[in-house]
């Protein structure tokens, strides 16, 4: 390469200018490229779960879950990983109350038959 100041030919990992003693900067410092090489974030989507609760359980929350748990892949392919984590979050939310709720009426489903059968 060569020098930036007297335009003198210095060895490319010399540290300044044989000449001059001008420090040399190079052209092209390398630079750690993070945010172009960035890993990717890997966001539990729940969707599998939510996919669970709605056949097994309680179908409208089951659907609320799938809804948000679908939107995780997209977000994040958007680059919007805390709406990537906000979507998983509501969808973990909606399972839960999901299953509870489908828990809570085979429960009463089961007091209620075991109530209304013959003594
Ligand atoms: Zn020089």
């Known amino acids: 390469m060569f020098c930036s100041k007297c335009g ?3 060895p490319d990992d010399a540290q300044s ?5 001008e420090s040399v900067q190079k052209a ?9 090489q960035a890993k990717p974030v890997e966001i539990k989507s729940g969707l599998v779960q939510a996919i669970l609760v709605t056949v097994f359980c ?11 748990g679908a939107r995780v892949s997209g977000l994040v392919a958007a680059g919007d990983i805390s709406g990537a ?10 399972s839960w109350l999901s299953f509870a709720i489908g828990l809570l009426s085979y429960a009463a489903y089961i007091f209620f038959s075991f109530l209304a059968a013959p003594r």
Do not use: D, T
Request: proline share 13%; glycine share 2%.
């Open 8 to 10: 003198a030919q210095i």
């Open 17 to 21: 200018c044989p000449q001059c003693q």
């Open 85 to 94: 984590q906000e979507a998983a979050r509501k969808s973990n939310m909606w």
């Open 58 to 68: 309680c179908l409208p929350f089951g659907i609320v879950a799938i809804v948000y």
């Open 28 to 36: 092209n410092p390398p630079q750690p490229a993070a945010s172009a």
